[in-house]
């Protein structure tokens, strides 16, 4: 059975910077895309950042690239984001996810293309 759980989230001031953790059991990471998203109150879902089976690529939105870093610790089996600099457009829910298919060598943003997911971790920006 594949789990995923989120920790790191928080609440920094503006500027301040989380590192999230998708810690997987069940699941090797490596052989799969695994994608972060986030969901404001009252908004969709939103694809932040995703990096493909063994690191062959990674992607960000566009408002968090430059600030947000996804990275993969094989022997830990998780995947991180470091998020640094982080403003008020960007407290949410923040969950991972892992892509349906292994050996994805692209990842995609959009949320239909992943199936199994974490509870979410809470971040929130505020002075």
């Known amino acids: 059975q594949v789990q995923l759980v989120e920790s790191g989230g928080g609440s920094v001031q503006p500027g301040g910077s989380l590192k999230l953790s998708c810690e997987a059991s069940?699941?090797?990471?490596?052989?799969?895309?695994v994608g972060w998203f986030r969901q404001a109150p009252g908004q969709e879902r939103e694809g932040v950042s995703c990096?493909?089976?063994?690191?062959?690529?990674?992607f960000y939105r566009t408002s968090v690239k430059d600030r947000f870093t996804i990275h993969r610790d094989k022997a830990k089996n998780t995947v991180y984001l470091q998020m640094n600099n982080l403003q008020p457009e960007d407290p949410a829910v923040y969950y991972c996810?892992?892509?349906?298919?292994?050996?994805?060598?692209?990842?995609?943003?959009?949320?239909?293309?992943?199936?199994?997911w974490g509870q979410g971790t809470q971040v929130t920006v505020s002075s």
């Open positions: 996810a892992t892509s349906g298919f292994a050996n994805v060598v692209v990842c995609s943003l959009n949320q239909f293309g992943y199936d199994n």
């Open positions: 990096i493909a089976s063994s690191d062959e690529s990674a």
């Open positions: 069940g699941v090797t990471l490596d052989t799969y895309a």
